[in-house]
């Protein structure tokens, strides 16, 4: 059995990795205040139980070079669970990032027994991994709305008609197993602060387009969630006092004039769509060289760019990354966005890069899984019990009725 002391400095270790990417046991030891031979033993262990593993080495001013360290892929795994208002998406992600066995499953929030369902489709998956659950640190959800605590996961989202669902506390107690439920957005946030710009940058904001229109907002390499969880609704600041009303229940927010579903409207107001036509059919049409398709594309993004200089010049981000599926037709976007983003931000921050980048289930599933994964490098304890069972179950190599079934070599003592 491992001392308390020594389970304190793996999590230390662990989360220094899991935040700062790849480093040597030198950095370690410095940004840490660890003695060189608490570290070498530490990383001996996390190594030894297949968290960490060894890196290319990295270039040093005399001496020999350093070994980078970095976190390891290993039989530990999270399943991540994207919640859609037509779909589940589940996938099982390896401790790394990498994404296994993406799911996709028929889904209807709306009918009696959707809890039930999605219990039973999670109850499979989990089956077909390993029987009894015990290399699964536990269930991340992303929802497409609003949670006030992911520890408590009671899910508010109008879009799947959700309103005050207990989900995390019902999954928890079906499955036996840690659940976290967070804003689909802010998900796809932790992921990225994990495995993606997180590794080099502090501070930045994602903001996704599509049916809604999101934002997560990631200061000092946490993803900032304001007083009841709420923060980063970039798709209900106020645009136009007379525009069309929101699902929110208000009028002329973002994503009533640039979400989807309004510039399938204003396609069929100019005559470019018919009644029974889609976004993609939007979209195809601009690709086509439609004029007032690609006109309507055009000017949502340069409301879109307005509205993201705004939040740039609150938040100050290094970059901005632009997520969701409504990026396919980026190049129609872009003409509007840029030059508005640009305008609205002063001289020495308009060349703030903008990153395009892909959103499909495997994204976001990964995103979901990472609300697991982050947490043992969470030194804020939001996670609270849950976040102590994901760290005993990471840190034990006999988790749950686990028996060493995965090759991996015995424990370090
Ligand atoms: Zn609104």
């Known amino acids: 059995m491992a001392?308390?002391?020594?389970?304190?400095?793996?999590?230390?270790?662990?989360?220094?990795?899991?935040?700062?990417?790849?480093?040597?046991?030198?950095?370690?030891?410095?940004?840490l205040g660890l003695s060189p031979a608490t570290v070498t033993q530490v990383t001996k262990e996390l190594i030894s139980h297949g968290l960490l593993e060894e890196l290319a080495s990295a270039p040093s001013r005399g001496g020999r070079p350093a070994q980078l360290?970095?976190?390891?892929?290993?039989?530990?795994?999270?399943?991540g669970v994207k919640v859609a208002p037509d779909r589940l998406a589940i996938s099982d992600v390896e401790l790394d990032g990498t994404v296994r066995d993406l799911s996709v499953h028929d889904f209807d929030p709306a009918s009696a027994d959707a809890l039930g369902h999605l219990t039973d489709t999670l109850a499979a998956v989990i089956d077909g991994i390993d029987g009894d659950g015990s290399s699964i640190l536990g269930i991340g959800l992303g929802v497409p709305g609003g949670v006030h605590d992911p520890a408590e996961g009671v899910v508010n989202a109008d879009i799947l008609g959700w309103r005050g669902l207990p989900l995390g506390r019902r999954l928890r107690t079906s499955l036996e197993l840690p659940v976290l439920v967070d804003n689909d957005v802010n998900a796809l946030a932790a992921a990225d602060c994990l495995y993606g710009r997180g590794r080099h940058h502090r501070d930045f904001l994602i903001v996704t387009i599509g049916?809604?229109?999101?934002?997560?907002?990631?200061?000092?390499?946490?993803?900032?969630?304001?007083?009841?969880?709420?923060?980063?609704?970039?798709?209900?600041?106020?645009?136009?006092?007379?525009?069309?009303?929101?699902?929110?229940?208000?009028?002329?927010?973002?994503?009533?004039?640039?979400?989807?579903?309004?510039?399938?409207?204003?396609?069929?107001?100019?005559?470019?769509?018919?009644?029974?036509?889609?976004?993609?059919?939007?979209?195809?049409?601009?690709?086509?060289?439609?004029?007032?398709?690609?006109?309507?594309?055009?000017?949502?993004?340069?409301?879109l760019g307005r509205s993201v200089a705004g939040l740039v010049n609150i938040v100050d981000p290094e970059t901005v990354a632009i997520y969701g599926e409504g990026t396919t037709a980026w190049q129609h976007w872009r003409p509007g966005f840029?030059?508005?983003?640009?305008?609205?931000?002063?001289?020495?921050?308009?060349?703030?890069?903008?990153?395009?980048?892909?959103?499909?289930?495997?994204?976001?599933?990964?995103?979901?899984?990472?609300?697991?994964?982050?947490?043992?490098?969470?030194?804020?304890?939001?996670?609270?019990?849950?976040?102590?069972?994901?760290?005993?179950?990471?840190?034990?190599?006999?988790?749950?009725?686990?028996?060493?079934?995965?090759?991996?070599?015995?424990?370090v003592a």
């Open 3 to 31: 001392s308390p002391s020594t389970d304190h400095h793996r999590a230390a270790v662990l989360a220094l990795a899991g935040t700062s990417g790849s480093l040597s046991r030198t950095e370690i030891a410095q940004r």
């Open 69 to 79: 360290l970095g976190l390891a892929g290993s039989p530990k795994r999270a399943l």
């Open 338 to 411: 840029e030059p508005a983003l640009r305008a609205h931000l002063p001289a020495l921050r308009n060349h703030i890069p903008v990153e395009i980048d892909r959103s499909d289930d495997q994204t976001w599933t990964q995103g979901a899984a990472a609300l697991i994964m982050s947490t043992p490098f969470d030194t804020t304890g939001a996670a609270r019990e849950q976040g102590e069972q994901i760290r005993a179950r990471l840190t034990s190599t006999h988790s749950g009725h686990q028996d060493n079934t995965h090759g991996r070599p015995e424990p």
């Open 211 to 303: 049916a809604g229109i999101g934002a997560a907002i990631v200061t000092s390499d946490v993803v900032y969630r304001g007083a009841h969880g709420d923060a980063g609704e970039l798709g209900h600041t106020p645009v136009d006092p007379h525009g069309p009303e929101c699902v929110c229940g208000n009028r002329g927010c973002l994503e009533a004039i640039i979400g989807d579903r309004a510039l399938v409207s204003a396609a069929h107001r100019e005559g470019v769509l018919t009644a029974v036509d889609t976004i993609s059919d939007l979209h195809t049409a601009a690709d086509q060289g439609d004029p007032t398709a690609r006109a309507i594309l055009r000017n949502a993004g340069e409301i």
